[in-house]
């Protein structure tokens, strides 16, 4: 997954108002290909079997483009990540009572993504963690993650990789813990050309961080709020 | 998807918290967030969060700076600095270290400031308050030992929702016996807020960090945590006050799941909760510190008398009603009742002058309604509140639908009648049937008077009926009720409405 930031001048509100709509086929995909790993885990920290889980979230993705659910998305609470979690969870609960495992995944044509490594992240999840804060968890590491890519490929454009891969650590470190000489040496640059290319990692950093969650967001006064609320749930 | 690692027990160079497989970018997220975005304790007279970040020491690096301790786990960063679990290898006992961020360090004022703060700190002794055990500096690095508290922070609780509002009236009345405390030593806290606010595994609450914000800004210096700050501490002044709107915040948060907006919304508007403790709350974030609770003390009365209301009722926690006295009311309900059969009785023959008669007893009988619905609800609200079907507000209500309201007007005697001896039975008394049936009787007199007073012998007729029944069952019920209450051990909830 890269570059989706660079790709997607519209809010993910509006992506799923196009998803909603007739030709809503590649948003959907998109959709899904970004948020299919929260739910997949959150169920299976609600007690589900990995191809149950599988079922499931294919299941919901197809339940949705099917019914055209996004249509009548509850725009008023204003978070996507809101939103998803509370719709996954209803259908979770009626799929469970109807319990027709079979149904569900058997015959409608498959959302392509990669839901094999689903397991293998699963595994070093959280443990301990009850199944909404796993989810939050994800969705706000799927948001860093997306970041982390698009300047990734911001500098893979501009190719200077190299540089992006040995400063990113110092994303993580406090100003006085880097060790802006080693990195200068690694990189054959300056001390000081160091020091400036961090501060202008973290800058950006910040801001695409904050782009990518303003795009979960249908009003714009829920930013502090939604990030600081991620902050913490990282933090844990 | 997400950058893998090869090695799945890779962990965080920085915090040493374990790292998933799937961390972005290799990156440790925990970290990347406090370093970039995290809201935290605002540096001295900054307005923004420290944008660096506390430095931080590996637990080997902590292990070499204070050999006399076993550096064991990294527990958290708070925009002061970080703790970490250690033992205390003398004493063989688990603390806690806060590492202060090495930012205060250039920062002449500081060392003396540091030293003046913990040694104020360390003797504060209080159940509800993280004790500071030692304190010191290491190699360029301010560092206080306190006690170890196995539990859990008021913020991670809030991760899982807002508070029942029982959990989080409870957590009031120890907070403000704390600040009690450390306020008549002259020492504010200045950053009360879910993180600094403890529970052990015993339920008990303790404040940590206290003084860490005065330790690290001079007085008048702005500290603090954004939406936990009074509005006067964003301008630099914090007294007592500030800490106890800090508080008043944290008790919205519990309750609402939400902070208090500029128009601070009520709790009860947002949540089911009592209108008492919108009061309470309300009155604690006062944006002028005049209106507030003066006190911590005044706080905590409060707060302690509130939950107290909506538990069962106690034999000493609840005070003795008042015994109903229903004569003035009969009285004017007399007058009333016989007004009307006096225009009955003229009305057979001269129908104006029965109404000139009903013009003029109209204002005595509005007093006798007015007094029959005080004597009514003092009724009801002398009966517990568990054998209550209803409350005034609906009961008034229900008056104005149409239909419903003769619906209502009858099943209101009834259903008290039927309250007050499911109590009795309760308190092992035998029910009393008449009083059911007095009210039934009751109840379709009053439907009946009302759709027929139009005609002048119904007047005669329910005007007698109605003075009869009512002298019967008010007589019977304010005998019973009194007799409950007075002598009754259980008391009633008559404090609450």
């Known amino acids: ?236 | 998807m997400g950058t893998m690692n090869d090695s799945n027990t890779l962990n965080c160079p920085q915090c040493g918290m374990k790292l998933a497989a799937d961390v972005p970018g290799g990156l440790c997220p925990r970290c990347v967030m406090a370093m970039n975005l995290s809201p935290e304790t605002l540096q001295t007279g900054a307005s923004h969060p420290i944008s660096g970040g506390p430095a931080q020491l590996s637990l080997k690096t902590l292990q070499e700076k204070l050999p006399q301790f076993e550096a064991l786990e990294f527990l958290g960063r708070g925009g002061m600095g970080m703790v970490y679990k250690a033992r205390q290898k003398a004493l063989d006992r688990e603390v806690a270290i806060k590492v202060l961020a090495s930012e205060w360090q250039g920062d002449s004022g500081f060392a003396a400031r540091f030293e003046r703060e913990a040694k104020t700190l360390a003797q504060m002794s209080h159940p509800n308050i993280v004790t500071v055990h030692d304190f010191g500096e290491a190699d360029g690095f301010f560092y206080i030992v306190m006690e170890y508290i196995d539990g859990v922070n008021l913020r991670s609780l809030l991760h899982e929702g807002k508070l029942a509002p029982e959990q989080a009236l409870a957590i009031v009345p120890p907070v403000c016996a704390a600040l009690e405390y450390a306020h008549a030593k002259g020492v504010v806290h200045r950053d009360i807020k879910p993180e600094n606010l403890l529970l052990d595994r015993d339920g008990r609450v303790k404040i940590a960090d206290f003084g860490i914000a005065t330790m690290v800004g001079t007085a008048g210096e702005k500290s603090g945590t954004p939406p936990y700050m009074a509005p006067e501490q964003e301008r630099g002044h914090a007294d007592r006050r500030a800490d106890i709107y800090a508080l008043g915040v944290v008790l919205y948060e519990m309750l609402t799941g939400e902070h208090p907006t500029t128009e601070v919304v009520a709790p009860s508007q947002k949540v089911q909760v009592d209108v008492k403790i919108d009061e309470m709350v309300l009155r604690a974030l006062e944006r002028e510190p005049e209106r507030r609770y003066q006190t911590a003390a005044e706080f905590r009365t409060v707060a302690e008398t509130l939950p107290r209301a909506s538990e069962p009722p106690s034999a000493n926690a609840m005070p003795i009603q008042r015994p109903i006295n229903w004569i003035p009311a009969l009285v004017l309900w007399s007058f009333s009742d016989l007004a009307f059969v006096l225009a009955g009785v003229v009305g057979l023959y001269d129908s104006d002058a029965s109404s000139q008669i009903i013009w003029l007893a109209l204002p005595v009988a509005v007093c006798a309604l007015v007094l029959a619905s005080i004597l009514h609800y003092r009724c009801w609200k002398a009966i517990p509140e568990r054998f209550r079907t209803t409350t005034p507000a609906k009961a008034i209500g229900f008056l104005f639908i149409p239909l419903f309201n003769f619906y209502w007007a009858f099943t209101s005697w009834p259903k008290l009648a039927e309250g007050i001896n499911r109590w009795r039975e309760e308190e092992g008394r035998p029910p009393r049937k008449a009083l059911p049936a007095l009210a039934t009787i009751y109840a379709i007199l009053f439907v009946c008077g009302w759709t027929l007073a139009w005609i002048p012998e119904c007047d005669i007729v329910f005007g007698l009926a109605d003075l009869t029944v009512f002298i019967l069952l008010y007589r019977l019920l304010v005998k019973l009720i009194n007799g409950m209450s007075s002598s009754s051990a259980q008391g009633t909830a008559c404090d609450r409405l």
């Open chain 1, 1 to 236: 997954m890269t570059g989706t930031g660079a790709s997607f001048p519209v809010t993910r509100w509006s992506l799923v108002q196009v998803a909603a709509g007739n030709e809503g086929g590649e948003a959907l995909e998109r959709i899904c290909r970004d948020y299919w790993y929260p739910l997949y885990a959150f169920a299976r920290r609600s007690g589900n079997s990995p191809a149950d889980s599988e079922d499931l979230t294919q299941g919901f993705f197809h339940r949705m483009l099917e019914k055209g659910w996004l249509a009548h998305a509850e725009r008023e609470k204003g978070r996507l990540r809101t939103y998803m979690l509370t719709a996954f969870h209803r259908y979770m609960t009626k799929e469970w009572r109807r319990g027709n495992a079979e149904c569900r995944g058997g015959k409608m044509e498959r959302v392509c993504f990669e839901m094999a490594c689903g397991e293998i992240r699963y595994a070093t999840a959280h443990p301990g963690m009850v199944a909404e804060a796993l989810f939050d968890r994800q969705w706000a590491l799927e948001l860093m993650e997306r970041t982390l890519s698009g300047l990734r490929s911001d500098f893979e454009n501009t190719g200077k990789i190299q540089q992006y891969e040995v400063l990113k650590e110092a994303l993580m470190m406090p100003h006085g813990a880097i060790d802006y000489s080693a990195l200068a040496a690694r990189l054959s640059m300056s001390e000081g050309a160091v020091r400036v290319a961090v501060h202008r990692l973290r800058k950006r950093f910040r801001a695409k961080f904050r782009e990518e969650v303003a795009d979960t967001l249908e009003h714009d006064g829920d930013l502090e709020s939604e990030l600081s609320y991620l902050a913490q749930v990282l933090s844990r």
